[in-house]
T-cell receptor
Framework: DGGITQSPKYLFRKEGQNVTLSCEQN?????MYWYRQDPGQGLRLIYY???????QKGDIAEGYSVSREKKESFPLTVTSAQKNPTAFYLC???????????FGPGTRLTVL | QKEVEQNSGPLSVPEGAIASLNCTYS??????FFWYRQYSGKSPELIMS????GDKEDGRFTAQLNKASQYVSLLIRDSQPSDSATYLC?????????????FGKGTLLTVNP
């Protein structure tokens, strides 16, 4: 099956800890994205990558970091510098032929 | 700031009625438009994409695009309780990265049995 996988589904973090969220796709898409969604809010772009070894900051990149060493993988690290990290994190990738974005199932991060 | 605006709702319709969801966007250069459905606690799933002025139909769903007026709408015919969800409008950002989308905050639709 082609698709986007994210792990873990739920993640709990103590204050001061860094955590890494996994995102893998087997759709052969070049572009990948990380969004954050808070209750009752829209999607806010954290980082995106159009090609391996390259990525750009989105609207709310502070306190987050990413890497893109492989086409299939785009992990997101939530650092201790992120003041309010509790949220629903969504990974997506784009079909370059249609501009269509497809989403993974999401990771719900809770800071204890 | 490129913007996509949607009524937050909630929009409540009876089962079997037509639900009409609207979206306006600010950038006249936008070329790609999408509607996603998001159930509570789940990730968005694509319902429709539309690229040209006019209507595009897919089953009970019809997307309508009017680039001159900068709005895109989604009609859901014969609404079912299973259609109850938040509907997100997304529009591409022209220039720079061709793959960036801006999302509206979504409209919550409730279909009452």
């Amino acid at each position: 099956d082609g698709g986007i996988t994210q792990s873990p589904k739920y993640l709990f973090r103590k204050e001061g800890q860094n955590v890494t969220l996994s995102c893998e796709q087997n759709l052969n898409h070049d572009a990948m994205y990380w969004y954050r969604q808070d209750p009752g809010q829209g999607l806010r772009l954290i980082y995106y990558s159009q090609i391996v070894n390259d990525f750009q900051k989105g609207d709310i990149a502070e306190g987050y970091s990413v890497s893109r060493e492989k086409k299939e993988s785009f992990p997101l690290t939530v650092t201790s510098a992120q003041k309010n990290p509790t949220a629903f994190y969504l990974c997506a990738s784009t079909d370059g032929n249609t501009d269509t974005q497809y989403f993974g199932p999401g990771t719900r991060l809770t800071v204890l | 700031q490129k913007e996509v605006e949607q009524n937050s709702g909630p929009l409540s319709v009876p089962e079997g009625a037509i639900a009409s969801l609207n979206c306006t966007y600010s950038d006249r250069g936008s070329q790609s438009f999408f509607w996603y459905r998001q159930y509570s606690g789940k990730s968005p799933e694509l319902i429709m994409s539309i690229y040209s002025n006019g209507d595009k139909e897919d089953g009970r769903f019809t997307a309508q695009l009017n680039k001159a007026s900068q709005y895109v709408s989604l009609l859901i015919r014969d609404s079912q309780p299973s259609d109850s969800a938040t509907y997100l409008c997304a529009v591409n950002i022209p220039g720079g990265s061709n793959y960036k989308l801006t999302f509206g905050k979504g409209t919550l639709l409730t279909v009452n049995p």
